[in-house]
């Protein structure tokens, strides 16, 4: 550059230096450009190493089909109560003939969520046993239990929703003298008292005591003596622990369309189609207690000071960061409406080679 500076002209020394640069930044462009191809290149060779392993896989284990393995699974939702179940089942049971699966009912006597030992056996061996009624979706309001305690080496999927405690409460206390536009024919139980939920809680009456509230943690605690002690810490922690670790998905009643679409996007098997069912669907979230009255501040503000309110809210407020954690990592917004993330990873670096 000392001797174009002497010999060349100061416009033409510029001149060079920018053709210098230009080129300089086209090398660099190739070489990101050959960078790229070569990324692309080796993916391609990945997937299709991939795909030779796992049709090798398949011709060497042919009992061992995905769709088989799809077939044998089970789902089961113990459904806590006035938290939008109905809503949900409806849609597996829309859904089931089209997807071919089975759905069944767990019918308990008089709705009790616990089971004895001998119905939890009888339970866990229908469940895993039943190859007739398999892939299956099993729902019932029973409280959570260890399949792996009866040495069963697959347990089924568990999934459930959980809603606001006192909104739930309040639902199911006008459930039980109203019912619902479900079966509006239906006599309830409390049919015919007229005493709204604020009444109840002014008078101290039960149906509405702070005791009442206590249903959520025991039914993910599940059939331990400790679950079913109103106001048990354990009880709470073994629920949390039990939500995390056994079940693939908890709902937040409040916002279930988007537990229903990352149902469709985990396990399309069973819900392929649920979300678009939901949306324009004509009766299967339409679900809605009757002569429901909202509560006043004063009576929301009386069951708050109950420590049973704090630990059921505690829980619900756990479930509720959990469940939107998974959702913030499984989709995106755009014109306010959600869409779910395309596949996000590859497999690359595949050993030994395939001659």
Same mark, same amino acid.
């Given at each position: 550059?000392?001797?174009?500076?002497?010999?060349?002209?100061?416009?033409?020394?510029?001149?060079?230096?920018?053709?210098?640069?230009?080129?300089?930044?086209?090398?660099?462009?190739?070489?990101?450009?050959?960078?790229?191809?070569?990324?692309?290149?080796?993916?391609? /060779?990945?997937?299709?190493?991939?795909?030779?392993?796992?049709?090798?896989?398949?011709?060497?284990?042919?009992?061992?089909?995905?769709?088989?393995?799809?077939?044998? /699974?089970?789902?089961?939702?113990?459904?806590?109560?006035?938290? =939008?179940?109905? *809503?949900?089942?409806?849609? =597996?049971?829309?859904?089931?003939?089209?997807?071919?699966?089975?759905?069944?009912?767990?019918?308990?006597?008089?709705?009790?969520?616990?089971? *004895?030992?001998?119905?939890?056996?009888?339970?866990?061996?229908?469940?895993?046993?039943?190859?007739?009624?398999?892939?299956?979706?099993?729902?019932?309001?029973?409280?959570?239990?260890?399949?792996?305690?009866?040495?069963?080496?697959?347990?089924?999927?568990?999934?459930?929703?959980?809603?606001?405690?006192?909104?739930?409460?309040?639902?199911?206390?006008?459930?039980?003298?109203?019912?619902?536009?479900?079966?509006?024919?239906?006599?309830?139980?409390?049919?015919?008292?007229?005493?709204?939920?604020?009444?109840?809680?002014?008078?101290?009456? *039960?149906?509405?005591?702070?005791?009442?509230?206590?249903?959520?943690?025991?039914?993910?605690?599940?059939?331990?003596?400790?679950?079913?002690?109103?106001? *048990?810490?354990?009880?709470?922690?073994?629920?949390?622990?039990?939500?995390?670790?056994?079940?693939?998905?908890?709902?937040?009643?409040?916002?279930?369309?988007?537990?229903?679409?990352?149902?469709?996007?985990?396990?399309?098997?069973?819900?392929?189609?649920?979300?678009?069912?939901?949306?324009?669907?004509?009766?299967?979230?339409?679900?809605?207690?009757?002569?429901?009255?909202?509560?006043?501040?004063?009576?929301? =503000?009386?069951?708050?000071?109950?420590?049973?309110?704090?630990?059921?809210?505690?829980?619900?407020?756990?479930?509720?960061?959990?469940?939107?954690?998974?959702? =913030?990592?499984?989709?995106?917004?755009?014109?306010?409406?959600?869409?779910?993330?395309?596949?996000?990873?590859?497999?690359?670096? /595949?050993?030994?080679?395939?001659?």
């Amino acid at each position: 550059m000392g001797l174009l500076r002497i010999i060349m002209p100061p416009k033409l020394q510029l001149l060079a230096v920018v053709a210098f640069v230009i080129a300089m930044l086209f090398l660099e462009n190739q070489v990101q450009k050959l960078e790229e191809s070569r990324g692309k290149l080796e993916r391609a /060779i990945a997937r299709h190493e991939v795909r030779e392993i796992e049709q090798r896989h398949t011709m060497d284990n042919p009992r061992q089909d995905v769709g088989e393995e799809l077939d044998d /699974i089970i789902i089961l939702y113990n459904r806590v109560p006035k938290t =939008a179940s109905t *809503s949900f089942t409806n849609i =597996a049971y829309d859904l089931c003939a089209k997807n071919k699966y089975h759905v069944l009912h767990i019918n308990t006597t008089k709705n009790n969520p616990v089971m *004895s030992l001998q119905d939890q056996a009888r339970f866990v061996k229908n469940v895993t046993t039943w190859k007739e009624m398999k892939p299956g979706f099993y729902h019932g309001h029973v409280a959570y239990l260890d399949f792996t305690k009866y040495g069963v080496k697959k347990k089924p999927i568990y999934v459930n929703v959980i809603r606001d405690p006192i909104e739930r409460l309040v639902s199911y206390y006008y459930f039980l003298r109203f019912g619902d536009d479900y079966r509006p024919g239906l006599k309830r139980r409390k049919q015919g008292d007229k005493k709204t939920f604020d009444e109840c809680v002014a008078a101290g009456g *039960s149906d509405c005591a702070p005791e009442k509230l206590w249903l959520q943690i025991p039914f993910f605690c599940g059939h331990s003596s400790e679950c079913w002690n109103v106001g *048990s810490k354990w009880a709470l922690e073994q629920a949390k622990y039990n939500l995390v670790n056994e079940y693939l998905l908890v709902g937040i009643t409040e916002e279930l369309e988007d537990f229903i679409m990352l149902l469709e996007a985990a396990l399309p098997r069973f819900f392929r189609g649920a979300t678009e069912l939901y949306r324009t669907g004509k009766k299967s979230h339409l679900r809605k207690t009757t002569e429901k009255k909202l509560p006043t501040k004063e009576t929301i =503000a009386r069951l708050q000071l109950s420590e049973i309110w704090k630990m059921e809210n505690e829980f619900y407020e756990f479930a509720l960061e959990q469940f939107q954690f998974i959702r =913030a990592h499984a989709v995106r917004e755009k014109d306010g409406e959600l869409y779910l993330l395309s596949k996000s990873f590859f497999y690359e670096k /595949i050993y030994p080679k395939i001659n």
